[in-house]
Structure formats: C-alpha cells, structure tokens
C-alpha cells in the first residue's frame, strides 16, 4: 500500500472513529458528555497534521451539511451557534497544537500526554469562551459548567490514548 494510500485509509478509519464517539453521550444540563476528544486526541497523535486537519474538517462540514454526525446525532448551522459550537470548532485548535507538536517531538507517551494535554485544555477552555459569549454566562459559570466538569474526564481520556496510541503507530507507519 502506498503512503498515500495508508494515510487515506487511516483518515476514513479515524473519521467513522470520531462520528461513532460522537454518538456515545452522556446528557448533561447545556454541554453533553462524550466520547469525540478521545477520538480527536487518537486522530491528532496518529496523523500527520494535515491529515488530521482534513479528518476534523470532513467531520464539521458533513454535520454542518445536515448528515447527522454531532453529538446524539445533530447536525446542521444551528449547532455552531449553540454551546457546543465552540467545543466543535476547537477541535482544529486540539489538532494543530497535538499534531504540530508530536511532528518535533517523537511520540513517546511523556510527550503524547503532554501534546494531548496542552491541546485539549485548549479546545476546552475555547469552547467554554465560545459558550460564555454565545449563552451570555458570566465568566464564573462558564468555567463551572463547560470546563470543569471536564476536567478529570479529559485527563482519563488522554491517558487512554497515551495507551492505545503508541501501539497503533507502530504498525501505522
């Protein structure tokens, strides 16, 4: 198989990875819990990055096109004007600070933690601002409601893709 080839093949595989944990959700009162940073992280830290760009694009235009990929199966416009929007749209934040790293640094599971740890505090706390400017939340509940219930859940998800990751780019070269 060629390069390009692997790297196509990757990205499909890592996409229909982000849509099926985009579906398993946890409700919460404004912003859901679920499974899609576990993916974006796997996607930033196995692809190059613009591999993992074009991954993270595919995936908000298909749901901004109305193919219901989001979060308890949403999509179109109006999700990016909702809370979630901003969580969403900092996906590609995640992705250029994990991916653009981890291409400087060899991926061991000290600096996939620590890439994945930087970008996705990021996505975080833009996706609380996101929904501070949007629902007009004080400062105060935008940090209690979208960044830190969070928090520990984020941290055990980069600890998993600490886990699974280096095994898979071994064989993903």
């Known amino acids: 198989m060629s390069y390009s080839t692997n790297k196509l093949t990757q990205s499909a595989i890592l996409l229909a990875l982000l849509i099926i944990c985009s579906q398993l959700t946890i409700p919460l009162p404004i ?3 679920t499974l899609q940073t576990l993916a974006v992280g796997i ?14 694009l595919t995936y908000l235009l298909m749901g901004l096109v109305g193919l219901p990929v989001f979060s308890n199966f949403k999509a179109g416009i109006g999700v990016f004007y909702s809370p979630v929007g901003g969580y969403l749209v900092g996906f590609f934040l995640y ?54 219930p969070f928090i520990i859940p984020g941290i055990i998800k980069i600890l998993v893709i600490c886990l699974i990751t280096p095994r898979i780019l071994k064989f993903a070269k």
């Open 95 to 148: 992705v250029i600070i994990t991916a653009g790293s981890l291409r400087f640094f060899k991926p061991t599971p000290i600096t996939i933690f620590l890439t994945n740890l930087l970008g996705a505090t990021v996505q975080l706390v833009f996706g609380g601002l996101w929904m501070m400017f949007l629902s007009k939340l004080s400062l105060t509940t935008a940090i209690s409601v979208g960044i830190i």
């Open 43 to 56: 996607i930033a830290t196995i692809l190059p990055l613009k591999n993992a760009l074009l991954v993270i």
């Open 31 to 33: 912003i859901p819990f």
